[in-house]
């Protein structure tokens, strides 16, 4: 897979919701190291510049796991925002840290304790860039 793309805007903002985690341990060693693994590979872009159908911060997704072929539906959200039965999502998740930066269509190996399960992008519902909301 390519490198991911990020917006500036939430670059800063993961990485201070990490180092605020770190700090009380409220994000495990390896998720943290997954994470920064990821934003560290990041092409990163102005907010302005980034392209609608990648998945930033506050992006709606919908994906579809290739090898059952049940979709889903939630929002990519920062940690004091997830809330399950709204479907919000941390970034701290295994499955956001897994799409964040990719793009609608593209195909994603996700390690899970079963083994690796293939999921796809099928649609980015919503995109806050792409909305012309940049400060959320």
Known sequence: MGTITLNSLDLTR???CLKEAMQVNAISKMEAATLIKEIQSASV???ESIP???VTMNSIVQISFLNTKKTVEFQ???PNQAN???????IFSPIA???IGYKAGDEIDWVV???ITKIK???IVYQPEAAGHYNV
């Open 52 to 54: 609608s159908n990648v």
């Open 76 to 78: 990519i959200v920062y």
């Open 45 to 47: 872009v102005d907010p």
């Open 113 to 115: 304790p079963a083994g």
């Open 14 to 16: 993961i990485q201070t």
């Open 121 to 123: 992008i099928d649609a």
């Open 84 to 90: 399950v039965k709204e479907n919000k999502i941390s």
């Open 97 to 99: 840290t897994a799409l």
